[in-house]
């Protein structure tokens, strides 16, 4: 199936092994409420039933829906590196990515596309899980306590005081640099977010009209939910300590 050509926004969601996780009601009611928004749903090379239900949630609205299957399991990075290349000839105007597990809910979306419908200068929204008063942000308090720790590690390698890199909900304008960010497989499986950041920084470096500090907003979400099931180990938070380091201070495209 193939998404409706006229889709303004597309939001890629990875799965990986997904199939307990995956909400059809949430996804339904989404597409319905924003039809001028498809979702890409990338199954990651999944050795479980993630396939099938990936092709049931497609039915329910093929214009808006569509599957993307890798072969093999390469990531979370690559699942998404993949999803936006695949977009980028459908011409969105926005294009973003989204955690499977709906952790940030669907609703938040539309919030994102305000932003930068309204604040034209701003190219990314990175949903960010700050807990304020009226607000729904529930997280283990060991995970929450990491990821200050890892929020100040990321401040002093990009340079800008960023309190959330790490949120899986994203949305970005779509232009030639979002294209070049996205050309190069990245580093790491979990931290491609800073690798992104860094990117748009390499970018900012050779281009007189880009400053870093003007085009990412980041969004207090509304509503956030640590979703059971995560499929990150310690491990893989120890490799992503090292890769902090090794990520490249610039990025230069092939035409560069
Ligand atoms: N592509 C890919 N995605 C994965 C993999 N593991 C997890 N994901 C996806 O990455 C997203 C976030 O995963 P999750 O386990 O909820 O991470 P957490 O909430 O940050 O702990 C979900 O959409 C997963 O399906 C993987 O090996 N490959
Ligand atoms: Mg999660």
Not at 58 to 74: F, V
Not at 135 to 146: P, V
Not at 244 to 256: C, E, G, N, Q
Request: charged share 25%; hydrophobic share 40%; with cysteine.
């Amino acid at each position: 199936m193939t998404q409706d050509p006229m889709l303004d926004t597309i939001i890629v969601i990875p799965c990986y092994n997904e199939e307990h996780r995956l909400d059809r009601v949430a996804i339904q009611y989404f597409v319905e409420a924003n039809p001028s928004t498809g979702l890409l749903l990338v199954n990651d090379g999944s050795t479980d039933k993630t396939q099938e239900t990936l092709e049931s949630i497609e039915r329910i609205h093929p214009g808006s829906i569509e599957i993307l299957r890798l072969a093999e399991n390469s990531g979370k990075a690559e699942a998404v590196r993949q999803g936006f290349r695949k977009s980028f000839p459908a011409n969105p105007r926005y294009l973003g990515f989204w955690d499977a597990d709906l952790a940030t809910p669907l609703q938040a979306v539309r919030e994102f596309r305000d932003v930068l419908d309204t604040r034209s200068n701003f190219q990314m929204v990175f949903g960010s899980r700050v807990q304020l008063l009226g607000r729904m942000i529930k997280r283990s308090a060991l995970r929450h306590y990491l990821s200050r720790i890892f929020a100040t590690l990321v401040s002093l390698k990009t340079g800008l005081p960023i309190y959330d890199s790490q949120c899986g909900a994203k949305l970005f304008k779509v232009s030639p640099e979002l294209i070049s960010v996205f050309e190069d497989p990245f580093l790491n499986r979990w931290i491609f977010d800073v690798e992104i950041i860094m990117r748009f920084i390499g970018l900012a470096k050779i281009s007189d009209s880009l400053k870093i500090e003007d085009l990412i907003y980041e969004h207090p979400l509304e509503k956030w939910q640590d979703v059971r099931g995560s499929k990150i180990t310690p491990v893989a938070v120890l490799r992503s300590l090292l890769d902090l380091y090794l990520i490249p201070s610039k990025h230069r495209t092939h035409s560069s």
